[in-house]
Every structure is written in C-alpha cells, then in structure tokens.
C-alpha cells in the first residue's frame, strides 16, 4: 500500500512539472489591425515641445528595428511591428516605448542620430518579457514591452534546462522504481 502511494505521488510530482512551463505562459491578447498612420508623440526637452510624427517613427523602424545589423529578428515581416513601442490601441507607447521616450526627452530632437542614442541607452535594460533585456527580446522576436510576448526564438539556456529537469525527473523515476521495489 505504501508503496502504491509514494508511486502515485512520483507520478504526479512528474506530470505537475511537466505542465508547469505551459501553465506559466500568459495568453497573448487579440492583436488588432495596425492603424495607416501612428500617432504623434510629445516629449519635451529643455524647456521646448517636440513631436514625434508618424513619419518620425516608420524612419525609427525602418532604420532601427528592420535593419539585420542591429536587431537580428526579421520584424519587417511581423504585420504588427509598431507593437514594439506602442500599446494595444496603437494610441499610446508601452513600457519599452516609454524607455525610448524618456531617453529621447533626455537627448535631444527626435532626430534619427538621437533616437539611435536612446535605443542604445535602453537596450541593456531588462525588459517586460522575464528573463530578457530589451535587445535579447527584439532579437527573439519579442514585444519588450509586453510581460505576455513569448519569444518566437527560445534562449538555449532555457531550452537546456527543461531538458535537465526531465532527464532528472525520469532518472529519479528510474532510482525509486528500483529502491522500493528490491527484494527484501
């Protein structure tokens, strides 16, 4: 009987783990359509307006975010690529977009010289997306803004370690199976 018991028990410690990297995900929101134009963005700097205009920001993302050289995902085919900096309704910025924007009101005009600047000054900074900096998640393939973006380019360290823990969960299986069941 005790040993029916710590078996069920195994088995179901197993399939908890098992289950855990799925359970931890965030589902993705609707993403919706992406407007024909962005928004104009204000961000003052010494003591002058300036706007970020919906030219500004396709440069920014042509220049920045699709070149290969700097971020080596492919976001230029990603329909909605504007969600790197803006939020849902593509009215407003999220968090990674609020970053740029504060190190862009801290430069200067939104120029593409300093909008470089400010992407460089936040790149190193963790990002929404855990266990990722804000470069690491571009390079995935990862909203930095958004905890809920799952990286379409998985690290090989956490791939690594999920294959770890299996190989021990089966290798603990294995050691148990013969320690309970060895003739007395």
Same mark, same amino acid.
């Given at each position: 009987?005790?040993l029916?018991?710590?078996?069920v028990?195994?088995?179901?410690?197993?399939?908890?783990?098992?289950? #855990?990297?799925? &359970? +931890?995900?965030?589902?993705?929101? =609707?993403? %919706?359509?992406?407007?024909?134009?962005?928004? *104009?963005?204000?961000?003052?700097?010494?003591?002058?307006?300036?706007?970020?205009?919906?030219?500004?920001?396709?440069?920014?993302?042509?220049d920045?975010?699709?070149?290969?050289?700097?971020?080596?995902?492919?976001?230029?085919?990603?329909?909605?690529e504007?969600?790197? #900096?803006?939020? &849902? +309704?593509?009215?407003?910025?999220? =968090?990674? %977009?609020?970053?740029?924007?504060?190190?862009? *009101?801290?430069?200067?005009?939104?120029?593409?010289?300093?909008?470089?600047?400010?992407?460089?000054?936040?790149?190193?900074?963790?990002?929404?997306?855990?266990?990722?900096?804000?470069?690491?998640?571009?390079?995935?393939?990862?909203?930095?803004?958004?905890?809920w973006?799952?990286?379409?380019?998985?690290?090989?360290?956490?791939q690594d370690?999920y294959v770890?823990?299996?190989?021990?969960?089966?290798a603990?299986?294995?050691?148990?199976?013969?320690?309970?069941?060895?003739?007395?």
């Amino acid at each position: 009987m005790r040993l029916k018991i710590i078996t069920v028990a195994v088995i179901a410690i197993f399939l908890a783990v098992s289950f #855990l990297p799925s &359970l +931890s995900i965030a589902s993705t929101p =609707p993403l %919706g359509a992406q407007p024909s134009s962005l928004p *104009s963005i204000p961000y003052i700097y010494d003591g002058s307006i300036y706007n970020i205009t919906s030219s500004n920001w396709t440069s920014y993302f042509d220049d920045i975010y699709n070149n290969r050289a700097i971020v080596s995902f492919n976001w230029s085919g990603n329909a909605t690529e504007d969600l790197i #900096l803006f939020d &849902l +309704s593509y009215k407003g910025l999220n =968090p990674y %977009g609020l970053e740029i924007l504060t190190q862009l *009101s801290s430069i200067g005009e939104p120029s593409l010289k300093n909008f470089t600047i400010a992407f460089n000054r936040t790149k190193s900074m963790n990002s929404q997306v855990p266990g990722y900096t804000n470069i690491q998640a571009l390079n995935a393939g990862a909203y930095p803004g958004f905890s809920w973006s799952v990286p379409k380019i998985k690290k090989p360290q956490v791939q690594d370690l999920y294959v770890g823990i299996i190989v021990a969960l089966i290798a603990s299986i294995f050691v148990l199976y013969f320690i309970f069941n060895r003739k007395r």
